[in-house]
């Protein structure tokens, strides 16, 4: 059973430019959540896709987007960075059905991005 | 909205000790999970233990144990037999069990960061 992988794993850009983030979930899971994890934080929120839709967001800016693929794959686009953003950006996998969050959520190892 | 707090920005444990790590939430629902995730410094997010807040005995994985007071809001974290594999970050997180839509997120606290000594 594969894990859940992200690249890449460090990534340096400068203020104004855009990123792109990848995730590829755990076998069997249907659903990806990605979380901004600031410097000596918990991890917050950002977006969660389920069957290729976004299915809910956190507090960030429309400048944050997604996709999720037919393979279950997904990526984080960040556009017009900030020097806020320079963060440790998580990816989670989990297999859900409609109305119930029953499955636990697996983390990838992450992608530190650094904005300067 | 759901908020998870950890008091304990920091703690320490003798190896082989036994150490508890606090959280407390706060939320109007009644069916939820909660969880404790470890963050060593290699970042990836590893799931320690998971409870289901309908069941009333306490989750147990291994050295790993928690104290789930449902009315108190508190979710504590016992680690017997402490070895120096469990020096990392400690993450408290809640997620609601029903959902429409949205709000399926974890929600974490601001960790605690545990130091085992030899």
Known sequence: ETGVTQSPTHLIKTRGQQVTLRCSSQSGHNTVS???????????????????????????PPRFSGLQFPNYSSELNVNALELDD??????????????????????????????L | AQTVTQSQ?????????TVTLSCTYDT????YYLFWYKQPPSRQMILVIR?????????TENR????FQKAAKS?????????????????????LFYSSGSA???TFGSGTQLTVLP
Do not use: H
């Open chain 2, 75 to 95: 979710f504590s974290l016992k680690i017997s037999d402490s070895q120096l594999g469990d020096a990392a970050m400690y993450f408290c997180a809640y997620r």
């Open chain 2, 9 to 17: 920005p920091e703690m320490s444990v003798q190896e082989a000790e």
């Open chain 1, 34 to 60: 990605w979380y901004q994890q600031a410097l000596g934080q918990g991890p917050q929120f950002i977006f969660q896709y389920y069957r290729e839709e976004e299915n809910g967001r956190g507090n960030f």
């Open chain 2, 104 to 106: 399926r997120q974890l």
């Open chain 1, 86 to 115: 320079s963060a440790l950006y998580l990816c989670a996998s989990s297999l859900e059905t409609s109305g119930s969050a029953r499955e636990t959520q697996y983390f990838g190892p992450g992608t530190r991005l650094l904005v």
């Open chain 2, 28 to 31: 109007s629902e009644s069916d």
């Open chain 2, 51 to 59: 409870q289901e807040a309908y069941k009333q005995q306490n989750a």
């Open chain 2, 64 to 67: 790993f144990s928690v104290n």
